[in-house]
């Protein structure tokens, strides 16, 4: 199983740039990580994947080393509507991939 | 932008009492999903289905729940008998689906119903 490991909560201010670093060290080689973003009372949305290096969207950065250990997502500039949870995902098997494994993910609270 | 939908939005129900979730996956996905989420906790995975058939489901997933795709739009969660424990947000999801599966194929997911056995 390639679990996550995430910091519990993160705290920033409007206009900041957040960084939230995932680790998941059994990561298997066809794997990809996946970050979604989940508001309270919502159901988790989308944000970015990649595999390797670095992948760029219009809401965020995904960084992976080239050991694939650990990523980091990138919030650029955040706002008070980026206040979320945030999930980072690998897959749970690599000939299975059906199911999403969350796990308690990261609290982000964006204060004015 | 296409997206999935569900209802009811809220489900209070007496304990023992069957109930039916409703979902409306993206009108071209063929992978659809249940997961469900107790309050304060993790979003645990119910269930998935594809091609008329459950692909896989979990422990939670036990014999009290269901899952049917009865027309070519909805995808449906039925509960039995419903227990206190049952109480939780349940939400559906679906991918689109690939001609082999890898973790690539993202899974879009709806609005939630939040469920309440009294």
């Known amino acids: 199983l390639a679990k996550t490991t995430q910091p519990i909560s993160m705290d920033s201010y409007e206009g900041q740039e957040v960084n939230i670093t995932c680790s998941h060290n059994n990561i298997a080689t066809n794997d990809y990580i996946t970050w979604y973003q989940q508001f309270p009372s919502q159901g988790p949305r989308f944000i970015i994947q990649?595999?390797?290096t670095k992948v760029t969207n219009e809401v965020a950065s995904l960084f992976i080393p080239a050991d694939r250990k650990s990523s980091t997502l990138s919030l650029p500039r955040v706002s008070l509507s980026d206040t979320a949870v945030y999930y980072c995902l690998v897959g749970d098997d690599p000939y299975n991939t059906d199911k999403l494994i969350f796990g308690t993910g990261t609290r982000l609270q964006v204060f004015p | 932008e296409p997206e999935v939908t569900q209802t009811p939005s809220h489900q209070v129900t007496q304990m023992g009492q069957e109930v039916i979730l409703r979902c409306v996956p993206i009108?071209?996905?063929?992978?659809f999903y249940w997961y469900r989420q107790i309050l304060g906790q993790k979003v645990e995975f119910l269930v998935s289905?594809?091609?008329?058939?459950?692909?896989?489901k979990s422990e939670i997933f036990d014999d009290q729940f269901s899952v049917e795709r009865p027309d070519g739009s909805n995808f449906t969660l039925k509960i039995r008998s419903t227990k206190l424990e049952d109480s939780a947000m349940y939400f559906c999801?679906?991918?689109?689906?690939?001609?082999?599966?890898?973790?690539?194929?993202?899974?879009?997911f709806g609005p939630g119903t939040r469920l309440t056995v009294l």
């Open positions: 289905f594809y091609n008329n058939e459950i692909s896989e």
């Open positions: 009108s071209n996905h063929l992978y």
């Open positions: 990649g595999y390797k």
């Open positions: 999801a679906s991918s689109e689906g690939r001609g082999e599966r890898t973790s690539t194929d993202t899974q879009y």
